[in-house]
């Protein structure tokens, strides 16, 4: 049993969590500790989990009352394990343990603050390397900034984060809880080793998200430990997405939204933008609004590279509650 809590969220998608469980049942890790957080579903989320009991001696299930919501059933994944280090993992990600070799060597080392097991926001030249924390902050030919907002992509060493839990829950609204809970509880000299192959794959998250992602993005700058490092996301969010707010309306557009909904959204971009540069191109941003929609439907495929097919979007949204 190595050191290691593994925590999984859940919610209505039984398929998807029968297909993690079988994954961690066939891994180098079916002996962990293994919490099943069961966000109060309705489906046949607790058959599944009594199918994979027996294979996964360690696990417990834990249903809420009710459903809480997303960010907070994710926040509560926090509060449980008791081991050394501890890994939060969504029903519906894509799990790869091909290539665990170098994992499980810097759990047992215990070495390393932080693991990251994903691609996101992950350079080639990073695989396989430790590094400080303040080294991929700072680095402004990576995108470090957007591994550590993706939930299941970073193993964290328990005990400093244990401490910051309650803090989280100030950003439960933010959509990047797992951002404000880590870079709060390591600095920047922390350890951070990143894994040779990713073994996590993020699953099918909605694109649906739209113009709030630069909300998000924003209000997750409080997050970073120093200027350096809000400086460097602030490039990463805006200084290669001159029309990302762009892009971000066509793809509301493509769910069906109004653009008075998605007008008070870039309001809101313009109000927390925390300079003229960033201001400035919002404002360059602000045509797209006034296109009619037959020429965004033409746009759509020369700008997205995929067909413009409209989606329900609060049917998508709800797919993920």
């Given at each position: ?100 070799e170098d994992l499980v060597n ?42 550590f907002g993706f939930v299941p ?36 000299d922390s350890e951070v080793y ?128």
């Open positions: 049993m190595f050191n290691l809590s593994i925590v999984l969220i859940t919610y209505n998608r039984s398929e998807f969590l029968d297909k993690a469980l079988s994954q961690i049942a066939h891994s180098p890790f079916s002996d962990c500790e293994i919490w099943i957080l069961n966000n109060a579903s309705t489906d046949s989320t607790l058959s599944v989990c009594a199918k994979w009991r027996p294979r996964l001696s360690n696990m417990q299930v834990v249903t809420h009352k009710f459903n809480v919501g997303a960010n907070a059933n994710v926040l509560r994944a926090y509060e449980y394990g008791t081991q050394p280090y501890k890994w939060i993992l969504c029903d519906d990600d894509e799990l790869h343990f091909e290539h665990t810097a759990l047992e080392a215990a070495q390393y603050d932080i693991i990251r097991v994903s691609s996101v926001g992950v350079s080639p030249s990073e695989e396989g390397v430790g590094c400080s924390l303040g080294d991929l902050l700072h680095n402004q030919k990576g995108a470090a900034f957007w591994s992509g970073v193993i964290f060493r328990s005990a400093p984060v244990d401490s910051n839990v309650k803090y989280g829950y100030s950003y439960v609204h933010t959509a990047y809880t797992q951002l404000f809970i880590l870079l709060r509880s390591f600095k920047l990143t894994t040779v192959k990713p073994i996590v794959i993020r699953g099918p998250a909605p694109t649906g998200i739209g113009s709030e992602i630069f909300v998000y993005w924003l209000k997750s700058l409080d997050a970073l430990p120093d200027q350096a490092s809000r400086k460097n996301a602030l490039r990463l969010i805006f200084g290669n997405r001159y029309f990302g707010l762009g892009r971000s309306f066509l793809g509301d557009i493509r769910f069906g939204r109004s653009r008075r909904v998605i007008w008070s959204v870039w309001k809101q971009v313009l109000s927390i933008a925390p300079n003229l540069n960033v201001k400035i191109i919002v404002f360059l941003n602000m045509p797209f609004i006034f296109f009619p929609k037959k020429i965004l439907m033409l746009l759509y495929p020369i700008v997205m590279g995929k067909p413009f097919v409209e989606i329900d979007f609060e049917q998508l949204k709800r797919s993920r509650e």
